[in-house]
């Protein structure tokens, strides 16, 4: 499956952005997706997961109840909502598609989107 996220900006702390990440091919339903950001200077980290079918969500702890991770298949589409943005949110981010279910680990993710880039200023 080959993934194109987009919806990234520069915005204030405190703002929202939705980052959507569109997929290619017709078993978009069958992964499992997530979304993972790389701040300069440090690893690429989970952010958020989302079951094939919607039904189980994961978060990092440091973006629950701001970030809310969903898709829809019958789109192609996964988003990433994300509310109360903070400067250390800044980062690119990565959409990913796993046919191993839901996970934090970048290593279960077979395919990456090109990355987005989010800028939170304070």
């Known amino acids: 499956v080959q993934l194109q996220a987009f919806g990234g900006g520069l915005v204030q702390a405190g703002d929202s952005l939705r980052l959507s990440c569109a997929a290619s091919g017709r078993t978009f339903s069958r992964y499992a997706m997530g979304w993972f950001r790389q701040a300069p200077g440090k690893e690429r980290e989970f952010v958020a997961a989302?079951?094939?079918?919607?039904?189980?969500?994961y978060y990092k702890d440091s973006v629950k109840g701001r970030f809310t991770i969903s898709r829809d298949n019958a789109k192609n589409t996964v988003y990433l909502q994300m509310n109360s943005l903070k400067p250390e949110d800044t980062a690119v981010y990565y959409c990913?598609?796993?046919?191993?279910?839901?996970?934090?680990?970048?290593?279960?993710?077979?395919?990456w989107g090109q990355g987005t880039q989010v800028t939170v200023s304070s």
């Open positions: 990913a598609a796993s046919e191993y279910g839901s996970s934090s680990y970048p290593a279960d993710f077979g395919s």
């Open positions: 989302i079951s094939w079918s919607g039904a189980g969500t």
